[in-house]
């Protein structure tokens, strides 16, 4: 079965302590890996996508990166603007399901000053 | 630049109430999408359009119906609400194909189904 799960669910930091956020896979053929940042009552911002193991992708404070059954979020230095949830998406390259987006649960993440 | 604008915000409804839910995209993109949030569940799509004039149902279409008259605007409708229906809707929308997982999302809209 296709499936997106994220982990931890909910992640507390201190301004400045960096961690990373994780994003695992099973699914029959990859056509890209989305991350997102939703802010509460908020719809998802696109944050970065991702195609082949070994990609990396750069954003601010934001570094995302990508192996054959997971991907990374890592939060360097975080500010309390950083709070939000963060939510990975797998788009499946079956062409059956082409326009289908697999979503996992996000990860909470607050940062304290 | 507004993006893509939803109304209502929010809604309550009784069982068997019917409504619409409007969304309005200003970027000229091709593909529009209706997803509902819940707890626990992630996002679901309901609905989507590869262009105007064209839908074409998603993970959970049951109870709903969508049309997509304009390029700019795509419509989410419930004929008789029922509880189960209780959630955070968000219309998104995308430029190609090759970037449907680049989605750029509306503010949501939540409904209450009493």
């Known amino acids: 079965e296709d499936q997106v799960t994220q982990s931890p669910e909910a992640l507390r930091l201190q301004e400045g302590e960096s961690s990373s956020l994780n994003c695992s896979y099973t699914v029959s053929g990859l056509r890209g890996l989305f991350w997102y940042r939703q802010d509460p009552g908020k719809g998802p911002e696109f944050l970065f996508t991702l195609y082949s193991a070994g990609e990396e992708k750069e954003k601010e404070r934001l570094k995302a990166t990508l192996t054959k059954k997971e991907s990374f979020l890592h939060i360097t230095a975080p500010k309390p603007e950083d709070s939000a949830t963060y939510l990975c998406a797998v788009r499946l390259n079956n062409a059956g399901n082409n326009r289908k987006l697999i979503w996992g649960l996000g990860t909470s993440l607050a940062v304290n000053p | 630049n507004a993006g893509v604008t939803q109304t209502p915000k929010f809604r309550v409804l009784k069982t068997g109430q019917s409504m619409t839910l409007l969304c309005a995209q200003d970027?000229?993109?091709?593909?529009m999408y209706w997803y509902r949030q819940d707890p626990g569940m992630g996002l679901r799509l309901i609905h989507y359009?590869?262009?105007?004039?064209?839908?074409a149902k998603g993970e959970v279409p049951d109870g709903y119906n969508v049309s997509r008259l304009k390029k700019q605007n795509f419509l989410l409708g419930l004929e008789s609400a029922a509880p189960s229906q209780t959630s955070v809707y968000f219309c998104?929308?995308?430029?190609?194909?090759?970037?449907?997982?680049?989605?750029?999302f509306g503010e949501g809209s939540r409904l209450t189904v009493l």
């Open positions: 970027m000229n993109h091709e593909y």
């Open positions: 359009s590869v262009g105007e004039g064209t839908t």
């Open positions: 998104a929308s995308s430029y190609s194909p090759r970037l449907t997982g680049e989605l750029f």
